[in-house]
């Protein structure tokens, strides 16, 4: 197995098939300079958090610790590694359609009936 070194996974571009099947700047969450560096330090990033590579340089010490929630996001890349937390571990939204948070049968029950109001015309 070959070491990883920073600028072989800073040159390795990072994609979220899963989340982002069109890739960052076609998904309209991005701008397109907060795809760019996404893209560029993704790998960096998730390698770091993995514990695969222990970073060196004051500035990747830095941005782990903000992508741990350690201190605030000040860079550019570490503002954008947290709204691409945010927004891939945001809820999901019930549909209208299916079975979605309340469509149980506790909302339904027997009881509910007496309650209700009865208007006649």
Not at 14 to 30: K, L, M, V
Not at 63 to 77: D, F, M, N, Y
Not at 83 to 103: C, D, N
């Amino acid at each position: 197995m070959t070491k990883m070194t920073r600028e072989s996974l800073l040159k390795k571009p990072f994609n979220d098939f899963r989340n982002y099947p069109y890739g960052f700047s076609r998904s309209g969450d991005f701008s397109i300079r907060e795809s760019d560096a996404l893209t560029h330090y993704g790998c960096l990033i998730t390698a770091m958090l993995n514990g695969e590579f222990k970073p060196t340089l004051k500035e990747d010490i830095q941005l782990l610790a903000a992508c741990k929630g350690e201190q605030a996001p000040v860079s550019t890349v570490e503002k954008v590694w947290a709204k691409y937390q945010a927004r891939i571990h945001r809820p999901k939204v019930a549909s209208m359609y299916g079975r979605g948070k309340f469509a149980d049968d506790t909302f339904s029950s027997a009881s509910d009936t007496e309650d209700d109001l009865i208007v006649e015309d």
